[in-house]
């Protein structure tokens, strides 16, 4: 099993910035794709960012790109996601995700641990 716990959240105006920690325990992640979803208030759960499992390559979705950065520190078991130029739109519960792969994306299966979430709220 795996535990993955979120922190960093919180209220941030728009413009600022924050940084998402999501830190694994129980298994290491060092080994799988690592992800972050986010799921707005009356919306689906959408996909953020993932990273291959040594972080050589990242994926965003359009709306983040040249905004968020994620990254990772196997030896700490740890993933991060840098949120820049938030948006009220940016506005959700982010969840971190573990992938059953070491590659995100078709033909490397889906996420397979979930966190609780962390909220993190823009105000205009």
């Known amino acids: 099993q795996v535990q993955l716990v979120e922190s960093g959240g919180g209220l941030v105006q728009a413009g600022g910035s924050l940084r998402l920690s999501c830190v694994a325990s129980g298994r290491t992640i060092s080994s799988y794709a690592m992800g972050w979803f986010r799921q707005a208030p009356g919306k689906e759960r959408e996909f953020v960012a993932a990273?291959?499992?040594?972080?050589?390559?990242?994926y965003y979705t359009d709306s983040v790109k040249g905004r968020f950065t994620i990254s990772r520190d196997n030896g700490k078991n740890t993933v991060y996601l840098q949120m820049n130029s938030l948006k009220p739109e940016d506005t959700a519960v982010y969840y971190c995700?573990?992938?059953?792969?070491?590659?995100?994306?078709?033909?490397?299966?889906?996420?397979?641990?979930w966190g609780k979430g962390t909220l993190v709220t823009v105000s205009s």
């Open positions: 990273i291959s499992w040594r972080g050589g390559r990242t």
């Open positions: 995700a573990r992938g059953s792969g070491m590659d995100y994306g078709p033909g490397y299966g889906g996420m397979d641990y």
